[in-house]
């Protein structure tokens, strides 16, 4: 049974930094690429940043030169650095995996304001 779990969610003011972990069971971990997308109430889930099994990185422009996805394989567990947040980087953060068909986990809230 698939499962991602993520944790590190929080409340942070302007500028400052936060890390998502998402850990991943069910299925081989170090084979799959992984995603990290975002939403806010009322608007389309949002690509935040992949990374391949190779370690390949993609971002989307918003987020570039401030956010950092990584993996560890030997814990199952892919991560997303947030640095210099503002506002905009409001939004409940989901993991997600393409082994075939294509798992979420449930979301944690990321929350910057002043």
């Known amino acids: 049974q698939v499962q991602l779990v993520e944790s590190g969610g929080g409340f942070v003011q302007p500028g400052g930094s936060l890390r998502l972990s998402c850990t991943a069971s069910?299925?081989?971990?170090?084979?799959?690429?992984m995603s990290w997308y975002r939403q806010v109430p009322g608007k389309e889930r949002e690509l935040v940043a992949t990374?391949?099994?190779?370690?390949?990185?993609n971002y989307a422009d918003s987020v570039k030169g401030r956010f950092t996805i990584s993996r560890d394989n030997a814990k199952n567990t892919v991560y997303l650095q947030m640095n210099n947040l503002n506002p905009e980087d409001t939004a409940i953060y989901y993991c997600?995996?393409?082994?075939?068909?294509?798992?979420w986990g449930q979301g944690t809230q990321v929350t910057v304001s002043s």
């Open positions: 069910g299925f081989t971990f170090r084979r799959c690429p």
């Open positions: 990374i391949s099994s190779g370690g390949s990185t």
């Open positions: 997600r995996a393409d082994i075939g068909r294509t798992y």
